[in-house]
């Protein structure tokens, strides 16, 4: 049976629901042992810790899983065990780099952006979670794709989800922020270890594994993918490091520790629309191109989406006031405006993320590195200007321009070239325009102090579409169960 959006998705799902409960533990136990700074400057550690795994890996799962791909279905591993050989020399070679430059200027990095001095044990505990990190969300994962197996992404990201909260939670509640800081690598390794176990047990992953190789030939394609996704993951990164570290520097610990609540559960959120959608698009979209039975799949996959996207920032909206309390700790109270004005950026952002991802597993990667560089741009450029005066206001106001921007940009784009109906832009557009309106309604009730109650009834149009999108999600478990393992071909 093909594989449906609906079953991807409610997989993705599962994994992403995984990471919502785990994260939310996690957070929790790390607000109330850290307080409002701790937070503000853990955040900013796990910050550097993505950006660091975005510089190793050079992104290299997506030509794996882009060069790979078609080799697999036609039949020859050892073609792909050349892509995945050579790409992961490179990620050896920067793992090496990384080793070289923490030793040397490690300790400078982290006084610079307002962390103040690590000590050498902190400072190598996230160098060696850059490392398993990398390695696994670069080789590993872009083998799980290869061969097809996003039952595999699902598994080892559940297990090493459910290590990292017990141990970062763990550490945070008995050393503070020495110990959530030490803890960091344990989730990488065991994610590393659980893809190892589980791709040397599929035929595909170890016929692939078996060939291996490094080949000068092979450099050059996977290279030109890598510096693309390398402008586009790691700048991206660091944009979001040098804005986030100047509200940190701009308006303190407590104000960057409020708005990585609101940008906490919004990652919580995108996870649940990209997840599955990775899992359903990457291995057909590169195995076939921009087909019509691929853009059908396309539409599928965003309708459903769209409906888990509005229902996840929708509830954000409407039970801010009761999420963040419950979530991280009443003294977190006051970043709940900054939730309210979040999220309808966050849903246009979220559509945006799904349309320039589609891109790249088609091999559009000038529109991918357009799309993606394009965002990052503006939302440095507004924060830049406004971070100063308005602190996180100004980092939400930049979020939301960047993305209602862009997303405009791509969706005219995704029309005129055909990848998207007219009716799906139409469909984008008004729960846009109605989570934005109930986002200024409720803003305008916060600032009169009393909103209260009449944000509830926000919940009706919240509930009808999660209603909806629930129902799918079931129907694709059902799908999930009878539909046969498979390791190639996408079907």
Not at 315 to 340: E, G, K
Request: with cysteine.
């Amino acid at each position: 049976m093909s594989r449906t959006a609906k079953s991807s998705m409610a997989w993705g799902g599962t994994l992403s629901f995984a990471r919502l409960v785990a994260g939310l533990i996690r957070v929790k136990v790390v607000a109330l042992a850290l307080g409002v700074g701790g937070v503000g400057i853990f955040s900013l550690l796990q910050q550097v810790n993505l950006t660091g795994i975005s510089i190793v890996t050079m992104s290299l799962a997506v030509p794996i899983i882009n060069l790979g791909r078609p080799w697999v279905k036609d039949g020859t591993p050892e073609a792909a065990g050349r892509v995945a050989g050579t790409a992961l020399a490179l990620v050896g070679f920067n793992a090496l780099i990384l080793i070289v430059v923490a030793a040397v200027t490690g300790g400078d990095l982290f006084r610079r952006i307002g962390t103040g001095a690590l000590e050498p044990l902190l400072l190598w505990a996230i160098v060696l979670s850059i490392l398993f990190g990398a390695i696994a969300s670069s080789f590993w994962e872009g083998m799980s794709f290869l061969a097809d197996r996003f039952d595999i992404y699902v598994r080892a990201g559940i297990a090493s989800t459910l290590v990292d909260v017990l141990c970062v939670a763990g550490g945070a509640g008995l050393y503070g922020l020495r110990g959530a800081v030490i803890a960091m690598p344990i989730g990488p390794v065991v994610l590393f270890g659980s893809y190892a176990l589980l791709l040397r047990r599929d035929p595909t992953g170890r016929q692939v594994l078996k060939n291996l190789s490094f080949s000068t030939r092979e450099l050059p394609r996977i290279l030109s993918y890598s510096a693309m996704m390398f402008a586009a993951v790691a700048l991206t990164n660091v944009g979001l490091t040098t804005v986030r570290a100047k509200v940190l520097l701009e308006a303190g610990a407590s104000a960057n520790g409020y708005l990585q609540t609101v940008t906490s559960l919004a990652a919580y959120t995108l996870a649940f629309v990209t997840t599955g959608f990775w899992g359903h698009m990457h291995a057909r979209g590169a195995a076939e191109g921009d087909t019509p039975q691929v853009r059908a799949e396309l539409y599928q996959a965003l309708r459903l989406g769209l409906l888990i996207s509005f229902t996840g920032c929708g509830a954000a909206v409407v039970l801010a006031d009761y999420l963040i309390p419950l979530f991280f700790a009443p003294r977190f109270a006051p970043a709940a405006p900054l939730m309210v004005a979040y999220m309808p950026g966050e849903l246009c952002y979220q559509l945006l993320y799904v349309l320039t991802a589609y891109q790249l597993t088609i091999s559009r990667r000038r529109r991918y590195l357009a799309w993606s560089l394009g965002y990052i741009g503006v939302l440095v450029a507004i924060g830049w200007a406004l971070v100063p005066q308005y602190g996180a206001v100004g980092y939400v106001v930049a979020h939301v321009g960047a993305s209602v921007l862009m997303l405009a940009v791509a969706s005219f784009m995704c029309w005129r070239s055909g990848q998207v109906p007219l009716r799906l832009v139409g469909m984008a557009s008004s729960l846009a325009a109605l989570l934005a309106t109930m986002s200024g309604v409720l803003i305008w009730l916060h600032w009169h102090g009393s909103a209260g109650r009449i944000a509830l009834l926000g919940l009706i149009p919240v509930g009808v579409t999660g209603a909806i999108a629930a129902k799918e999600l079931l129907s694709g478990f059902k799908l999930g169960r009878r539909r046969p393992a498979t390791n190639a071909g996408g079907n």
